[in-house]
């Protein structure tokens, strides 16, 4: 499983300091499938039961971290030691979603992690539960916002109109564009690509924040954690910026179970995740990439997602 996972993420090219927090979001949900995977079968070592983990290609971002994949690999090695595993797995990246939905409804994949908008859009087709999700910075699960400068005298969307606005590009981007529409719709203006003069994309958050803040761009959609982490690091940004708009609660991946799993099995693989921060790899593993915790998934949390699903649908 191992030697597949690491072949694949080698073909990726992107130098250190590209390694942003949504890289480190994806290459986390990697890791922790892995980890709690190895927990289980920690604790079956006598039982070599098949189980296979499948990741869609847009979870791993395209970068290849020379030092990422050395503490990845150096730390499944030290697990393998410490727990003596014994047991027979494998990972997929696939090229495209109905891939992946073929070999969920095969059984030949149990662990899942994917974007929380590609969850509800395959649901159905498939039976996977929603389980887990992590979380970093003063927001858990995060809302988005809508930065402006506070010189530019831009008091609502109203005041964007034919100006220039900045959103992230990611695997769970997608949710930064079907929200900004469904908050033009609800103050009855025209969707993004007919309402604003240009819409730019960009892989770093941060760096979207400072071309507000440098007057280079007149808005963008950020995660809250970002823009609060940016006022930290600079209280300038937090001065110069405000928020216009902000979503509820999104969750924006999920660690997906199916549904024919071992009963036994999920809920070691859930408890393992819930008390990583209590194993000295895994408080490591959240110190490297800036997590703070694991969480479950509640119904809100899925409602949350469906509704903006649904309001983007209806525009549509």
């Known amino acids: ?115 929380s908008i590609d969850y509800i859009s395959i649901r159905e087709q498939v039976p996977l539960s929603a389980e887990l999700t992590v979380g970093s910075g003063i927001d858990s699960l995060n809302q988005l916002v809508l930065l402006v400068h506070k010189d530019n005298s831009i ?42 003069k240009e819409i730019k994309y960009s892989g770093k958050e941060s760096q979207l924040v400072l071309t507000v803040f440098f007057k280079q761009n007149d808005a963008c959609v950020v995660y809250k954690s970002v823009f609060e982490t940016m006022k930290k690091l600079n209280p300038q940004v937090g001065k110069s910026l405000v928020i216009i708009e902000n979503s509820p609660e999104l969750v924006r991946s999920i660690i997906c179970l199916t549904k024919k799993i071992d009963p036994r099995d999920r809920n070691i693989i859930i408890n393992s995740a819930l008390r990583l921060d209590s194993y000295s790899y895994g408080k490591q593993f959240q110190t490297l990439f800036r997590f703070d915790k694991v969480l479950p998934i509640s119904d809100e949390n899925i409602k949350n997602i469906e509704k903006l699903v649904s309001d983007y649908n209806s525009i549509k």
């Open 155 to 196: 008091h609502s969307l109203a005041d964007l109109r034919n100006k220039i606005i900045v959103i992230p590009t990611s695997s769970t981007g997608v949710m930064f564009k079907m929200w900004l529409d469904t908050e033009l719709d609800k103050n009855n203006l025209p969707v993004s690509d007919q309402y604003f």
């Open 1 to 115: 499983m191992l030697k597949h996972y690491y072949r694949t993420i080698k073909n990726y090219n992107c130098p250190p300091d590209k390694f942003d927090m949504k890289t480190r979001i994806y290459y986390f949900l990697v890791t922790l499938i892995l980890f709690t995977v190895s927990l289980v079968y920690s604790q079956k070592q006598n039982d070599k039961v098949f189980i296979g983990v499948g990741f869609y290609k847009d979870i791993i971002p395209e970068a290849n971290m020379l030092d990422v994949q050395v503490s990845l690999k150096l730390w499944a090695g030290e697990l393998n030691k410490l727990m003596g595993l014994n047991y027979q797995t494998d990972s997929k990246i696939f090229e495209n979603y109905q891939e992946m939905v073929e070999a969920i409804n095969k059984q030949q994949i149990h662990l899942s992690s994917m974007s």
